[in-house]
């Protein structure tokens, strides 16, 4: 049986791994410029190379993070469903529709 502070933790799992893809992807924008940058001057090219490699692991870190984001989406789902058939009312499952569908739409735009 699914608690209600099962529910929240899930919750704020679900919100910690988006905010951490959010950062990854500011990351990725920042580390691009900088590379891009540093090829137009002509840096040197160990440099540039180190900063690729910079770069391609904080490309790496996306798709992970996005696999572990639908996993938390789904448990927490299932978890609500649990929630819901005891038919309990709380501010917790308000919480958990609200992200759910945040999260959604993010993984509706990558199927299509």
Known sequence: MATLRQLKIKTGTCNRVLKELHSYEKEVKEEAAKT???????????????????LAESRMMIPDCLKRLEASLADLKATLEEVKESNQESPEITEAERTISELEPLFKTAED
């Open 36 to 54: 891009a940058d540093m090829k137009e001057k002509g840096a040197d090219p160990y440099d540039l190379k180190q900063q690729e490699n910079v």
